[in-house]
T-cell receptor, first 115, second 113 residues
Framework: GDSVTQMEGPVTLSEEAFLTINCTYTATGYPSLFWYVQYPGEGLQLLLKATKADDKGSNKGFEATYRKETTSFHLEKGSVQVSDSAVYFCALSGEGSGGYQKVTFGTGTKLQVIP | GAGVSQTPSNKVTEKGKYVELRCDPISGHTALYWYRQSLGQGPEFLIYFQGTGAADDSGLPNDRFFAVRPEGSVSTLKIQRTERGDSAVYLC???????????FGPGTRLTVL
């Protein structure tokens, strides 16, 4: 079945450092790919998405490019802020029984940004 | 507008007891999903409703777990004879229809003693 593998955390960075969180996936067909973020005490929020190969999703300074050849969707940000401290989940959606978009999540990567 | 809400936010129960967890989706959203997030893990799919019917319940771990959505809006996840291994955060999400972005609620943290 579908699966997502992302780098283990926690990741600790100084403010303004460059961030990369690796994510690779296994799926049949052509899934859509997502990054979700979970801030402390809050629910999951969609951060960005890409629906086909070579698409780049971006939001709030974060970017990720759908790489079909390497089955990857790595999250990057050029300069992190303390407010980016959160848990980041890579996810994919493929067709579930019932014809809906079934979302499969990775295990999450905790990011801590220190001033 | 209001997002997805879940009640209670925290539930502590004893092994063997019955619990109900409630989800109020965004108004007008026809699709509703339940996930379970164990400590240090990502959310795992439990069940998907389209309208009132459970279109995919393949993620329910066993027959102690059951969910309903009788009027196509609010949903209740029911767990019978709870076990310590059921302790987790239970997340609900809804989407306008089955092809759209899922919006998540804050979750219910269930602790089984």
């Amino acid at each position: 079945g579908d699966s997502v593998t992302q780098m283990e955390g926690p990741v600790t960075l100084s403010e303004e450092a460059f961030l990369t969180i690796n994510c690779t996936y296994t799926a049949t067909g052509y899934p859509s790919l997502f990054w979700y973020v979970q801030y402390p005490g809050e629910g999951l929020q969609l951060l960005l998405k890409a629906t086909k190969a070579d698409d780049k999703g971006s939001n709030k300074g974060f970017e990720a490019t759908y790489r079909k050849e390497t089955t990857s969707f790595h999250l990057e940000k050029g300069s992190v802020q303390v407010s980016d401290s959160a848990v980041y989940f890579c996810a994919l959606s493929g067709e579930g029984s019932g014809g809906y978009q079934k979302v499969t999540f990775g295990t999450g990567t905790k990011l801590q940004v220190i001033p | 507008g209001a997002g997805v809400s879940q009640t209670p936010s925290n539930k502590v129960t004893e092994k063997g007891k019955y619990v109900e967890l409630r989800c109020d989706p965004i108004s007008g959203h026809t699709a509703l999903y339940w996930y379970r997030q164990s400590l240090g893990q990502g959310p795992e799919f439990l069940i998907y409703f389209q309208g009132t019917g459970a279109a995919d319940d393949s993620g329910l771990p066993n027959d102690r777990f059951f969910a309903v959505r009788p009027e196509g809006s609010v949903s209740t996840l029911k767990i019978q004879r709870t076990e310590r291994g059921d302790s987790a955060v239970y997340l609900c999400a809804s989407s306008l229809n089955r092809d759209n972005e899922q919006f998540f609620g804050p979750g219910t943290r269930l602790t089984v003693l």
